[in-house]
């Protein structure tokens, strides 16, 4: 009701309201579409039989007829909507719920890629740390740029740093359960200067691991501005 300057309360609100959803429940699939690439991934979960689900806050009532319409219904593990639970997004609840039905523990550690160059892995009901690893160094050129990729009992990390600094850049493999580092692959070496890994690296069925990598700017020309595939159980360049 803002465009009409009604706000909640006022006595034509609820009147608006209702003839807004109307109109948009009426054109739900007029020009709705999922992003670009992510049938893809769906299709890579689907592959590697890995379930996914959706949670929105959007009322069921337009939920259920959306993801139908976008061949998600039969697709999809779980649907959660805005009104499934007693509370929506950003409350945790709506997450649980998800978890439950698709028989994943929620108790389940949460990674997160820290701006003081280490990995953690977190308690998702108390924040306590429960490990953490150094990725990269501890040099003041390095920053986590990218999210963790969890995938196979592994964690994968692109190294990199400010502003396409040459440095010992690449990917590194950790332990999901006790961040050991387990593999290291440097763009130019153990001791060469390459082009920083910032995006987070994509995983096939397969288990080889795909990263993107930037400027090096002249540090040196290997594999610099490019999609590099490695083998997933040790990082080998492929």
């Keep these: 009701g803002v465009a009409f300057g009604v706000k909640p309360g006022d006595s034509r609100f ?105 990995l953690y892995a977190l308690d998702p009901t108390t924040g306590a740390t429960v490990w953490r690893s150094v990725v990269g160094g501890t040099d003041s050129h390095y920053y986590n740029w990218s999210s963790p990729t969890v995938v196979n009992g592994r ?34 070496g153990p001791t060469g200067l390459g082009a920083a890994v910032y995006t987070s690296a994509a995983v096939a069925s397969d288990g080889s691991v795909f990263v993107t990598t930037g400027d090096d700017n002249g540090g040196s020309t290997q594999d610099a501005e490019s999609v590099v595939k490695l083998r997933g159980t040790d990082l080998t360049r492929l």
Aim: aromatic share 8%; charged share 15%; with cysteine.
């Design 155 to 188: 964690i994968y990390m692109g190294v990199a740093i400010t502003c396409d600094v040459p440095f010992t850049n690449g990917v590194e493999a950790f332990d999901q359960h006790t961040g050991n580092l387990l593999a290291r692959w440097y763009i130019a």
């Design 14 to 118: 609820e009147e608006l309201r209702d003839a807004f959803l109307a109109h948009y429940e009426a054109g739900l699939l007029n020009s709705t579409q999922p992003f670009e690439g992510v049938d893809t991934l769906l299709q890579g979960l689907e592959r590697s039989h890995t379930p996914w689900g959706i949670v929105t806050n959007k009322a069921t009532r337009f939920t259920r007829p959306l993801v139908a319409g976008l061949g998600l219904a039969q697709r999809a593990a779980v649907v959660v909507c805005g009104d499934t639970t007693p509370h929506s997004k950003p409350h945790p609840e709506p997450l649980l719920h998800a978890a439950r039905a698709m028989n994943v523990p929620p108790e389940s550690v949460v990674y997160v890629g820290g701006a003081d160059h280490y």
